[in-house]
C-alpha cells in the first residue's frame, strides 16, 4: 500500500470526499474527469 506523509497544514478544495466505498472512489474519478478539484479522505488502520 502506498502511504502519504500527514497533513499538517489548511488545504483550499472545491470538494471534500470522505470514505472509500465504490461510490466515493468513482465521485472522485467523476469529479477528476470534470477537473473539479477534490481531495479524498480515508481512514487507515
Excluded: W
Excluded at 22 to 38: P, R, W
Amino acid at each position: 500500500m502506498p502511504e502519504f506523509p500527514q497533513l499538517k497544514n489548511d488545504i483550499c478544495t472545491d470538494v471534500f470526499i470522505i470514505g472509500g466505498g465504490i461510490a466515493v472512489i468513482l465521485t472522485a474519478y467523476f469529479l477528476y474527469q470534470s477537473g473539479v478539484e477534490y481531495v479524498l479522505v480515508e481512514k487507515t488502520v
